[in-house]
C-alpha cells in the first residue's frame, strides 16, 4: 500500500505542473483575467507542490530516503509552504471576486 501511494505521488507531482499550466493558461485568456498577484501565488504553488508531492512520494517508496535529514526538512518546508499558499488563494478569492486584474482599462 505503501508503494502504490509513493508512485501515486510520484505521478501527481509530474503531471499537476502541466495541468495547472494548461488551465492557467484558458484563464488568462479570458475578458476578465485575475490580478497580477493571484497568477504569482498561482504560479508559486504550481512550483512548489509538486516538489511537496514528489519528495513525499520518494519517501514512501524508499526507507533511506525517509530516513535522510535533508529530504524531511525539504518535505516539511514544502508542504507548509503549498498549505500557506492554498490559504491564501482561498482568503483572497472572496475579496477580490469581481475585480479586473487590467486596471478597467
Known amino acids: 500500500m505503501r508503494v ?4 501515486l505521488l510520484l505521478i501527481a507531482g509530474v503531471i ?3 495541468a495547472m499550466l494548461f488551465r492557467l493558461n484558458s484563464v488568462l485568456s479570458r475578458n476578465l483575467a485575475p490580478q497580477p498577484s493571484r ?6 504553488l504550481n512550483g512548489v507542490l509538486p516538489v511537496a508531492l514528489v519528495t513525499t ?3 514512501l517508496l524508499s526507507a533511506s530516503m525517509a530516513a535522510s535529514p535533508a529530504l524531511r ?14 490559504m491564501i488563494l482561498v482568503i483572497g478569492s472572496g475579496a477580490s ?5 487590467d486596471d478597467d482599462r
Open 4 to 7: 502504490l501511494a509513493g508512485i
Open 16 to 18: 499537476f505542473p502541466m
Open 39 to 44: 497568477v504569482g501565488m498561482l504560479l508559486a
Open 57 to 59: 512520494g520518494l519517501a
Open 73 to 86: 526538512v525539504v518535505m516539511i518546508a514544502t508542504w507548509l509552504t503549498s498549505v500557506a499558499l492554498v
Open 97 to 101: 471576486r469581481g475585480e479586473r486584474g
